[in-house]
C-alpha cells in the first residue's frame, strides 16, 4: 500500500470553529489532492497540489483553503466550519512517472461538525 | 472529462464472474477509461485502466468496444472481497488530472 497517513482520522468539532486536516506522504510523489464524499454523491474533489506551494481549486473549494509546504504535507483548513462540511474527507497522491498514472488514496477523516 | 453511466447495483454468486457495465458515449480520443473500487467506508483502489485495447491484470479484465463508447469490467471469480462501489472514470493522463467519481455500482457478492 502506498504510504498515505491522514490525522485526525475522526474529528467532531463546533460551527464556526477553525480545523485542519493533515495528508502525509512518504512516497515522494509530487501531486497530492483533497476529496470530499458525502452520502449519495461520488468523491467531489476540493483542492489539489501540483508541487510544493503550488495549489489549485478542485469542484467544490469554497470555505476551504490548503497549504503545502513540504512534498510530504498536504493540510487542508476549514476557516469556520458549517455544518455543511460534515463529511468524509480522503486525500490522494499520485506519480505522473507511474505506468498506471493511478491516484493512491489515504485512509479518510471523518468530520462532524455540530 | 466524459460523462460515464452505470447501473446502479448488481448482485454477483460467489465464484461466478461480475460483468460491470460502463457507458462513456461521449468519450475523447485522448480519454482513458479507468475502473476504482471502495470498499465500504475505505479510500477508493485503483483497479485496471485501458485506451483502446483490452486489459488484464492480476485483479480485473477491462473490455473496451471498438468505438470505445462503452467498457465492462469483468472480476473472473468473485469473492465475497469483492462487495464495493466500483467507479468507471473517464480521464485524460496529464498533469495533476482530476479524477471525476460518478455514484458507481454497488456489487454486492452473494454466498
Known amino acids: 500500500d502506498a504510504g498515505i497517513t491522514q490525522s485526525p482520522r475522526h474529528k467532531v468539532t463546533e460551527t464556526g470553529t477553525p480545523v485542519t486536516l493533515r495528508c502525509h506522504q512518504t512516497?515522494?510523489?509530487?501531486?497530492m489532492y483533497w476529496y470530499r464524499q458525502d452520502p449519495g454523491h461520488g468523491l467531489r474533489l476540493i483542492h489539489y497540489s501540483y508541487g510544493v506551494k503550488d495549489t489549485d481549486k478542485g469542484e467544490v473549494s469554497d470555505g476551504y483553503s490548503v497549504s503545502r509546504s513540504k512534498t510530504e504535507d498536504f493540510l487542508l483548513t476549514l476557516e469556520s466550519a458549517t455544518s455543511s462540511q460534515t463529511s468524509v474527507y480522503f486525500c490522494?497522491?499520485?506519480?505522473?512517472?507511474?505506468?498506471?498514472?493511478?491516484?493512491?488514496f489515504g485512509p479518510g477523516t471523518r468530520l462532524t461538525v455540530t | 472529462d466524459a460523462k460515464t453511466t452505470q447501473p446502479p447495483s448488481m448482485d454477483c454468486a460467489e465464484g461466478r464472474a461480475a460483468n460491470l457495465p460502463c457507458n462513456h458515449s461521449t468519450i475523447s480520443g485522448n480519454e482513458y477509461v479507468y475502473w476504482y473500487r471502495q470498499i465500504h467506508s475505505q479510500g477508493p483502489q485503483y483497479i485496471i485502466h485501458?485506451?483502446?485495447n483490452n486489459e488484464t491484470n492480476e485483479m480485473a479484465s477491462l473490455i473496451i468496444t471498438e468505438d470505445r463508447k462503452s467498457s465492462t469490467l469483468i472480476l473472473p471469480h468473485a469473492t465475497l472481497r469483492d462487495t464495493a462501489v466500483y467507479y468507471c472514470?473517464?480521464?485524460?493522463?496529464?498533469?495533476?488530472?482530476?479524477?471525476?467519481f460518478g455514484k458507481g455500482t454497488k456489487l454486492s457478492v452473494i454466498p
Open positions: 472514470i473517464a480521464t485524460i493522463r496529464a498533469g495533476s488530472y482530476q479524477l471525476t
Open positions: 490522494a497522491i499520485s506519480d505522473p512517472t507511474a505506468e498506471t498514472y493511478e491516484q493512491y
Open positions: 485501458g485506451l483502446k
Open positions: 512516497e515522494n510523489h509530487r501531486y
